[in-house]
């Protein structure tokens, strides 16, 4: 008896397939969250050495910062990328060049 085609594909699919971690349950910070006044607590002392917490971005490690940094330099890349982007499809659905659609070229 022969087997179905694509049954030994599916089967292998189907042993490969990791199901995702469940989520795990909210929960709430462990921290007053900013403009509870009511339950924050003093801030501390400048003279106590204690380093501010400099916290991360959502989607890097990075820490932002201005200047001449990582984190700079990606979210200008990211923006550069949206840009070009944008000029593609303008010149795609326009059928004519981004100089010429903005006015720049006569």
């Known amino acids: 008896m022969a087997a179905a085609p694509g049954s030994c594909c599916r089967q292998r699919a189907i042993a490969l397939y990791d199901p995702p971690e469940p989520m ?3 929960v709430s910070p462990a921290e ?21 917490v400099k916290t991360t971005s959502a989607t890097t490690g990075d820490v932002p ?10 979210v200008n ?18 059928g004519d ?3 010429h659609w903005a006015g720049l070229v006569p």
């Open 24 to 26: 795990p349950d909210p």
């Open 77 to 94: 890349g990211r923006f550069a990328m949206l840009g070009f982007a944008s000029v593609l499809l303008i010149e795609a659905l326009s």
């Open 65 to 74: 910062a201005f200047g001449w940094s990582a984190y700079a330099e990606r």
């Open 32 to 52: 007053p969250l900013a403009g509870d006044d009511a339950a924050s607590p003093a801030p501390a002392a400048s003279g106590t050495g204690e380093a501010p």
């Open 97 to 99: 060049t981004f100089l």
